[in-house]
């Protein structure tokens, strides 16, 4: 059964589960759903997000060489965050990604000191329940590409780094190019995260205004279905292009996810907006040196972040 046939026979029965789930849990107030504009903080982040779209990852056949190249960073100012907010950069890749190219990316993180975690110890360091590594930093990889395990995967398990990796569950179905379910068991076995990143690549403030059950179905249901089918709890959201409102992330939250990444700009992270992660894209033709650079930008560079420990109080 295709996706969308999915969303539509399961529609009411997502409805009835969470206006069921609603004595436990505050989902009333979800529903039913508000048509509203988006407005303010979600509207920027909307424009921000399709302001992305105008360099098309996927027509990157190979990096230029770098003496060739010029280099324009697009960096954007970061939004101001709440006082606790602490460095803890975490990258997005998407489907342009070159085998040799990352190796050298994920090299260089690595000798400059960088501690690549999974998004579970990553958080739980930003939640307080853990103390973060000196030099943190995660890496995502969005969509759920083909791509990704054959290039990507192999150099993570060389280097035995954890990275996170939001899919479409079930994707691969009805377009090709797309990790298939022994793939993508094939990566959580291994240790890496497999995570939400909707069914369809839903544009999810868009599909509320006309459609609030596949909204929900969206969000719960590919939870549901990769928790079914790898074995193992589903606990973040990657919203598709970065698009989200305040009522997007209310729903995510309600249905169970502990917090979700956004389309960023940004390395700082503040426990008190788990929902809205940002992130900084990576693009294919990327050196760990402009790598490096973003990360400066944006205030967390190497030598921004590799701080002298303090010296331990002596008696
Ligand atoms: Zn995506």
Request: net charge neutral; no cysteine.
């Amino acid at each position: 059964m295709g996706n969308r046939k999915r969303i539509e026979k399961t529609r009411r029965e997502v409805l009835q589960q969470l206006v069921g789930a609603a004595a436990a849990v505050p989902l009333t107030r979800l529903l039913p759903a508000p048509a509203q504009a988006e407005t303010g903080a979600a509207d920027l982040t909307l424009r921000l997000a399709r302001g992305q779209q105008k360099a098309p990852v996927a027509r990157v056949k190979a990096p230029p060489a770098v003496e060739s190249f010029s280099w324009q960073p697009p960096y954007r100012p970061e939004a101001a965050l709440p006082e606790n907010a602490v460095p803890l950069p975490i990258l997005m890749y998407h489907r342009a990604t070159v085998a040799r190219v990352f190796e050298a990316q994920l090299a260089g993180m690595l000798a400059a000191g960088y501690r690549p975690l999974s998004l579970h110890s990553a958080l739980k360091g930003l939640f307080g329940e853990e103390e973060l590594p000196a030099m943190p930093i995660v890496l995502t990889f969005d969509d759920g590409w083909r791509i990704q395990y054959d290039a990507v995967f192999p150099v993570l398990k060389q280097y035995k780094v954890p990275a996170t990796f939001f899919v479409m569950p079930g994707f691969h179905e009805h377009q090709e190019g797309y990790m298939d379910w022994d793939q993508l068991a094939a990566i959580a076995d291994f240790g890496m995260e497999v995570e939400s990143h909707t069914l369809n690549h839903a544009d999810l403030p868009r599909l509320a205004k006309t459609d609030w059950g596949a909204v929900l179905a969206e969000v719960v249901i590919s939870k549901q279905l990769l928790e079914e089918r790898l074995g193992r709890t589903v606990r973040y959201f990657d919203y598709p292009r970065g698009y989200q409102n305040e009522q997007i992330r209310q729903v995510v939250q309600a249905a169970g996810y502990e917090a979700a990444v956004a389309i960023g700009p940004g390395v700082h992270q503040s426990a008190a907006v788990p929902y809205a992660l940002r992130r900084i894209r990576v693009e294919a033709w990327d050196t760990w040196w402009s790598v490096a650079h973003k990360l400066n930008w944006y205030g967390a560079g190497p030598d921004q972040l590799n701080r002298e420990e303090p010296e331990p109080a002596e008696g």
